[in-house]
């Protein structure tokens, strides 16, 4: 049975899709099945992942109203490793019309039900909102992992996101929970960026992931590649930070599950 991970955080820009991405291939390379669900109208996963984002047939719009099953929308990642429900634009829509359908914030949890058993992880980006799509990710997934930057504006905003999380776990879903803090292109030569991670260990302890995943630019490069970093270039310090992110997150499991 799948552990479903969100990763989320309702500011753009924080590495919640290269995160997604790589520790998809991450995971898999640590002989882990894996389905990349892509949450966000922009489609930067499914680009991510080698998929033609115009060219959808179907995509996770359809699942989430009820127009088509997973399995008719499932695609396999251009490294042919992991499974992906793509996305694109037409999701901008989903918001609105799911508005009248009943149980709308859990159309995606009955979605992933179907195929949970085939997986060991299901990884949702969540777009930059707190919105119904990001509710249906609340709603389906055993814990939310949070990208973010060390910088001067990083804190703000988080305790709405931690709010959120609250009031689903107390209201819609009991086994969520914030599974860790991760600190994404780090700059360890900026001292802010220090003094901000310290923060972060301060307030938040053991949820913050031992892995720091630094600032680099092959990380940046690999998706209009349609690839992961770790694939792209798997030798890269970001690619080795990610593979260690994967570990840690397999060894997060082993202690919690
Ligand atoms: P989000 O999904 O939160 O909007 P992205 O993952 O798309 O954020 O990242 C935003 C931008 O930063 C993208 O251009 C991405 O390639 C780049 N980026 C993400 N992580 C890193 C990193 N560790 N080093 C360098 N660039 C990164
Ligand atoms: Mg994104």
Not at 39 to 45: F, K, S, T, V
Not at 86 to 93: M, T, Y
């Amino acid at each position: 049975m799948a552990t479903i991970f969100c990763i989320a955080n309702q500011k753009g820009g924080v590495g919640k899709t290269t995160t997604t991405v790589n520790l998809a291939a991450g995971l898999a390379r640590l002989k882990q099945k894996i389905l990349l669900v892509d949450l966000d109208p922009q489609g930067n996963a499914t680009m991510g992942s080698g998929i033609q984002k115009t060219a959808l047939d179907a995509s996770i719009y359809e699942v989430l109203l009820g127009l088509s099953d997973v399995e008719s929308v499932l695609q396999r990642a251009s490294t042919d490793y992991y499974d992906i429900l793509p996305a694109n634009r037409e999701l901008a829509g989903a918001e609105v019309e799911m508005v009248d359908i009943e149980r709308r914030e859990k159309r995606l949890k009955e979605a992933l039900d179907s195929v949970r058993n085939r997986y060991d992880f299901i990884l949702v980006d969540c777009p930059p909102a707190l919105s119904l799509l990001t509710l249906n990710a609340f709603c389906s997934a055993d814990g939310v992992i949070i990208p973010m930057q060390c910088e001067y504006y990083a804190l703000e905003g988080l305790s709405d996101l931690v709010n959120t999380v609250k009031h689903v776990h107390a209201n819609l879903n009991r086994n969520l929970r914030i599974i860790g803090l991760l600190r994404v292109m780090f700059d360890k030569r900026a001292t802010l960026s220090q003094h901000v991670s310290d923060q972060l260990e301060k307030h938040f302890g053991d949820r913050v992931f031992k892995t720091i995943i630094p600032r680099n630019v092959r990380l940046a490069e690999a998706p209009s590649y349609g690839l992961p970093g770790i694939d792209f270039d798997p030798s890269s310090r970001g690619a080795q930070a990610y593979l260690n992110f994967a570990q840690e997150m397999l060894e997060w499991l082993k202690v919690n599950h």
